[in-house]
């Protein structure tokens, strides 16, 4: 018989067994969303884990949720500035739930994606255990102590009132998602599978999965282990699998190897993603089925070449990120992240830097999907702390623990393509950073060794950096010190190098001081002084850093000229709640992102598009809105054209080309009402207009979405971005209208803000004050499936501003 008919043959045979083998399941895994129904009280209620605990005067809620989002502002908080002056304490979350009685015989756990923080779980009465690690995903097994059939009562005492504890903003609460997960006796263990591909080429790819399989029956168990490899369609391209034993209560690891022809690479343009599904057949039956994402790629940092991605040079175009989504404080919500990364890449960013701890699996899903290098961060402290009650007292007793679990949950993501284990830890400037550091990196390596094992450093002396003396990190990473990177080759002579913190620059959305001319430094420690301006803003014009950091474009005209730097993480792709360094109260959020905590992007948003994407960029600024006679300043961001030409009223105010390294062009322009507008050219042809108007007597309330329709799933958001226009639709850049806001229908408001870095009035506000123009509102699904309409309402003369939002 012809081989190919064979091999054909023996594929459909098998196809075949496993379709019939489908037909016989025991519901092989459940997993269930197990956010709803819960109910909650800010306080001490050791007595919640009773049965017939009286809960009637505790508040009903969804999870995620995050307590302090909700709080007042308040100067004399505990938290202080670094965690935006908003309250913390201890709480309590109960549910009421019941178990099937079919589930008897399985194994049954709940998952908890993050609780902030020293967490606390029981299961009808029982403590499960405590977590003290706000960031660390984990779960527990609840079956030895459920009543099947009939009422379960699960409660989390969370405290998070040992304060200060953090040098940012954490929330308060189970602020990430819960599943509910059964699975029979046999089953695939929590992150239970490792995928690695040793070897790629066009032709091929070798594929190489491990898997634990855990046995929590009393007796030994044989079972057949089918793996198989789906494509992006969900299609089997290759099979794998094999007959095993494993004794009573044991876990067994089985090595399954795998071909995959002519392979699709996973990259930032085209983040290509196969899955691997594992079978578990006992005799004919399937008891259990894991999925495990799998992306083709390979990578390689090098000493004088920096950074490759399947055998690509390039940069990695980095930002660093905390995990609070804005007016949603600590919630995570898929639909948030999305609409983040969304900006971030159509900035041009390619890589995303979790800092300082662990993010969420919806974070890191993204970033597979999406096409974003990881930077996966562990810790920002060690044995040493740097706020009065942080991790440095958990350090000893937990730090293994935690790293363990951190690497087995995220090294599975083809996006990960660096360990950091610390950032500016304090131990880089004593002899106890050798031994810690060698201790860390060799846990790591214990359970990934394709990937590099770095920490962001701020030390550069070699004689002072005990970290770096340990010669445990295989990538070094360096936080800010952008005026020594030409020397970093002659002074780490062969080390990989990559920029892991930079920047900290200092923006406020829409507003701008004159003249634009001239670096600041603030606080004063070198160079020009900036004090601050008494409304607590910052020029918008790239001109202001913190002393310790770099303007956006000094810090990118030495990055992109160095070829041994593997890339750059900028601080920060977004503002976020905390560390408005260097304003006091009432400044209670930050001004180093590129775009504003409402997710408003900066005017510098458009220096890095134009630099880092090859599509055509013209951005002109500042508003056209000034008094008679006035000097203003006028920049320009653009790029593939050779010259730029503006124009007031029809007025050419001349051409102006980059000059060496220039990133942007300026002109001195008296102020006159009308039109400036910009034409960029490239061989006399034109390539972009750009034009801002002055803007006219208010005329409407402008609404815009995101997207116009939302899932009927209590989870799904529209964010609504609120503007003051004049009747020709262009925005009133000054205008500070209080807008009061309703909405009826399938959906509620979760979320206002204005991205103003001293507003005090509340995220969860019915009214939001534009700031510099505009404002948001968050608009999330409430389950009903009825179309959402949104009202705007402000001053006198201005006419009520409806909007529709198709439910679906």
């Not at 494993?246 to 071909?259: C, D, E, G, M």
């Amino acid at each position: 018989m012809n081989k190919n008919i064979l091999q054909k043959i023996t594929i459909i045979l098998a196809l075949l067994l496993l379709a019939a083998c489908a037909t016989k399941s025991k519901n092989a895994r459940i997993i269930e969303d197990f956010n709803k129904d819960w109910n909650f009280k800010i306080g001490d209620y050791p007595t919640a884990i009773q049965s017939d605990f009286n809960s009637s005067d505790w508040r009903a809620l969804q999870l995620p949720h995050d307590w302090s989002i909700e709080g007042a502002f308040d100067k004399d908080s505990k938290t202080k500035q670094a965690q935006g002056f908003l309250p913390a304490g201890m709480g309590w979350y109960r549910k009421t739930f019941t178990i099937p009685q079919d589930w008897k015989n399985k194994t049954v756990a709940v998952e908890f994606d993050g609780v902030f923080k020293n967490s606390e779980v029981f299961i009808n009465r029982h403590s499960l255990g405590i977590r003290p690690n706000g960031y660390i995903s984990f779960s527990y097994e609840l079956s030895k102590y459920l009543k099947f059939g009939g009422q379960n009562v699960i409660a989390v005492k969370v405290d998070n009132s040992a304060q200060p504890n953090s040098r940012w903003y954490t929330g308060s609460g189970i602020y990430r998602n819960v599943r509910l997960v059964a699975s029979d006796k046999l089953h695939v263990a929590e992150w239970g599978t490792f995928v690695t591909t040793p070897e790629i080429s066009k032709e091929k790819a070798s594929v190489h999965l491990e898997v634990e399989v855990k046995n929590a029956a009393e007796t030994e168990k044989e079972f057949k282990i089918v793996s198989s490899i789906l494509n992006q369609n969900n299609v089997e391209v290759t099979q794998t699998e094999s007959t095993e034993k494993i004794s009573p209560n044991a876990t067994l690891k089985k090595t399954q190897n795998f071909t995959l022809k002519n392979p699709i690479l996973w990259d930032t343009e085209n983040p290509y993603l196969y899955k691997i599904v594992t079978r578990i057949y006992e005799k004919s039956t399937l008891v259990d089925s894991y999925e495990t994402p799998l992306g083709v790629r390979y990578f390689n940092f090098d000493a004088e070449k920096g950074f490759s991605l399947n055998g690509k040079p390039m940069k990695i175009l980095g930002v660093c990120l905390h995990h609070d989504n804005g007016a949603l404080g600590a919630v995570e919500n898929i639909h948030a992240v999305r609409r983040k990364l969304t900006l971030l890449k159509e900035m041009g960013t390619n890589a995303i830097r979790m800092s300082h701890n662990p993010h969420s699996l919806e974070m890191m899903q993204l970033c597979d999907e999406m096409g974003f290098i990881v930077q996966d961060e562990a810790f920002d402290v060690w044995k040493k702390k740097k706020v009065t009650n942080d991790y440095h007292k958990d350090w000893d007793a937990w730090h293994k623990k935690d790293l363990e679990d951190f690497i087995k949950r995220d090294r599975n993501h083809p996006s990960v393509m660096m360990w950091s284990i610390g950032n500016e830890i304090r131990e880089q400037f004593d002899s106890t950073g050798i031994a810690i550091t060698r201790e860390l990196a060799q846990i790591v390596k214990s359970l990934d060794t394709t990937r590099p094992v770095t920490s962001a450093l701020t030390e550069n002396v070699i004689e002072k950096n005990f970290i770096y003396q340990s010669g445990a990190l295989d990538l070094l990473g360096f936080n800010y010190k952008h005026e020594d990177y030409k020397d970093f080759p002659t002074r780490f002579k062969g080390q990989k190098i990559i920029a892991s913190e930079s920047v900290s620059a200092l923006e406020t959305r829409g507003h701008y001081d004159f003249p634009a001319d001239g670096v600041k430094a603030w606080p004063t420690k070198y160079g020009a002084a900036f004090d601050g301006n008494a409304d607590w803003t910052v020029s918008a014009f790239d001109q202001v850093k913190s002393y310790w950091g770099a303007t956006h474009e000094e810090n990118w005209k030495t990055i992109k000229k160095q070829d041994f730097m593997a890339g750059t993480f900028i601080w920060t792709g977004f503002d976020y709640i905390g560390e408005p360094d260097p304003y006091p109260y009432p400044a209670r959020s930050s001004y180093f992102g590129i775009i504003d905590l409402a997710g408003l992007p900066k005017d510098v948003y458009y220096m890095y598009q134009s630099e880092w994407t090859t599509k055509p960029v013209l951005h002109i600024f500042p508003h056209w809105n000034w008094k008679e006679g006035q000097e203003v300043d006028v920049w320009a961001y653009y790029n593939n054209a050779d010259e730029v030409e503006l124009f007031l009223n029809g007025k050419s105010l001349g051409k102006k080309t980059k000059q060496n390294d220039d990133l942007h062009i300026s002109w001195h322009v008296k102020f006159e009402p009308g039109t400036l507008k910009a034409i960029s050219r490239k061989d006399g042809k034109v390539v972009l207009e750009a034009a801002i108007n002055t803007a006219g007597v208010a005329s409407k309330i402008d609404l815009k979405v995101d997207k116009p329709t939302i899932k009927n799933d209590n989870y799904d958001l529209v964010y609504v971005t609120v503007s003051i226009v004049d009747k020709d639709g262009n925005l009133l850049p000054n205008a500070n209208d209080l807008i009061n806001f309703e909405v009826s229908g399938g959906g509620k408001l979760v979320g206002v803000d204005n991205g103003y870095q001293a507003n005090l009035d509340s995220f969860k506000a019915s009214s939001c004050k534009l700031f510099n123009g505009k404002c948001i509102a968050i608009i999330q699904s409430n389950g009903k499936k009825e179309n959402i309409q949104l009202k705007a309402t402000t001053r006198n003369g201005i006419p009520v501003s409806v909007l529709d939002v198709k439910v679906n």
